[in-house]
């Protein structure tokens, strides 16, 4: 199994570096930005919810084949989790590009929370809203890895 050297790999690190500070921001972007009328990508969401189960499983078994020294498929994993993630990411984008904005507690669709659909979820904006910004810190922060 062939390592990269230490210039590539001070490329490849610069590299990462860049993309977590452009990915956020590239995320945050669509926030503002969508395509109307194409709904082809409304069911995007439970695709990639599979494709993240399935980036779960490879790590699982990366780190199986690390500890029993096998690099040349603890490598194969890692790459195969890599491509699972990168296909997550486009699909990602692909939805936030055409889907409307959903809001926490809107039950009925119109883009507002009123003070009904506030009493109906309660508490749990108290455990929710907590879950939502540690998941977009930590998606930052897992760039570089």
């Known amino acids: 199994m062939e390592f ?3 210039t590539k790999a001070e490329k490849l690190r610069k590299v990462m570096v860049l993309l977590s500070v452009v990915l956020p921001l590239a995320v945050a972007a669509l ?3 969508k395509i109307k009328g194409i ?3 409304r069911s995007l969401p439970a695709v990639y919810a599979v494709i993240n189960g399935l980036t779960a499983i490879c790590l699982i078994a990366a780190l199986w084949a690390i500890k029993k020294k096998n690099i040349s498929l603890h490598f194969t994993w890692i790459r195969l989790a890599l491509v699972l993630s990168l296909l997550f990411l486009v699909m990602y984008v692909l939805y936030h590009l055409t889907s409307p904005t ?4 809107d039950a009925n669709g119109d883009s507002k929370v009123d003070i009904l659909e506030k009493a ?3 508490l749990l904006s108290y455990v ?3 879950l939502l910004i540690s998941h977009i810190f930590l998606s930052i922060a897992v760039v570089p890895l």
């Open 4 to 6: 990269l050297d230490q």
């Open 31 to 33: 926030f503002g930005f």
């Open 39 to 41: 709904t082809i990508f």
């Open 102 to 105: 959903t809001y926490f507690g």
């Open 120 to 122: 109906q979820i309660g």
């Open 128 to 130: 929710y809203y907590p």
